[in-house]
């Protein structure tokens, strides 16, 4: 009996450990964001840091501070030093890519640098944790980091969409890493809950903008732990792109579109499917609310595709791109049909 009784125990006072850890962690997380938050705002010291001036191309029509990400970068990777300390190449390069991305959200980077940042800490991570058959995965992997880095920058457009889809993300992956990947599961958390505290000040109203600091940390922690559940073994490769599809779906697409009319990719524009749905429906949060739905109804076929057998799951994903696909091509003919905005 005692050689059963002993590791029963040990499991028992672990599962407690981390389920303290994950709630002080949590509330830590979504405290610390939303003071941070007020106290910017209450002093005055947001609009120093950094504004967004509405121009042509903006769905907004006041200036707004863009300073989210000093809500949820901070206090999402010292958190994380401090609860999930495995994790820490991820806490530390989302904290360097902030401080690189305050820089543009106040005096404008040119975008060779901010590409060269966004490469450099995809490589740092690929190299802390190489992905299986490194010689020839790593390259895939590289590119798949700084194209979600900048796929959340291009989707931060609407109030409440980035940070909404963060938290549904994030909580996603807290909830599929569990108990077989503790650390991670805290750390996801920790991100989700730091977003939570900034949906206050930019749902349905924006008193404040995510901001480069902001979204551009966000995309490459939701594609660093993506990588890292799957090098971790965690979840199958394909889980992440299931859970934020619907982003990976816009933005994709819209880049597409834009190269194949040889536009400057990198200018800000109004042509996202998000963007021009708000612009049909003249107000932010229906739109918004949709898009939350498709991230959870997609979140929920992801879940159930880990339980499918072979390649059904590919066969799971491919059917809900197609999906998002015909969505998108619905909303250009309403769009084409709609008056200009």
Known sequence: MVSFDIPQFYFQDSLL????????????????????????????????????????????????????????????????????????????????????????????????????????????????????????????????????SNLYNFMDGANGLAGGMAVIGFGCYSLSAGVRQPELAIAALIVACAALGFLLFNFPFAKVFLGDAGSIPLGFLAGGMGYWGWAAGAWAFWFPVFVFSPFIADASATLLKRLLRRERFWEAHRQHYYQRMIGMAGVHWPVVLQWYGLMVFGITLASYSRLLPGQWPFAVLIGWMLFLVTLGWTVDRRWRRAPAY
Do not use: E, M
Not at 44 to 63: C, E, K, Q
């Open 17 to 148: 450990s981390f389920s303290n850890s994950l709630v002080v962690s949590a509330l830590l997380a979504f405290a610390s964001s939303v003071v941070i938050l007020l106290l910017l705002l209450k002093t005055g010291y947001a609009w120093r840091l950094a504004t967004d001036v509405p121009n042509d191309r903006s769905l907004h029509t006041r200036p707004t501070p863009r300073v989210g990400g000093w809500g949820i970068t901070p206090a999402s990777a010292v958190l994380i030093l401090i609860f999930a300390r495995s994790l820490w190449p991820l806490a530390v390069l989302a904290l360097a890519l902030g401080l690189l991305s305050h820089f543009d959200d106040r005096q404008g980077l040119s975008a060779r640098y901010r590409f060269a940042g966004h490469v450099i800490a995809a490589i740092a991570l690929v190299c802390v944790v190489p992905p299986p058959y490194f010689g020839w995965l790593a390259i895939p992997v590289v590119f798949s980091l700084v194209w979600v």
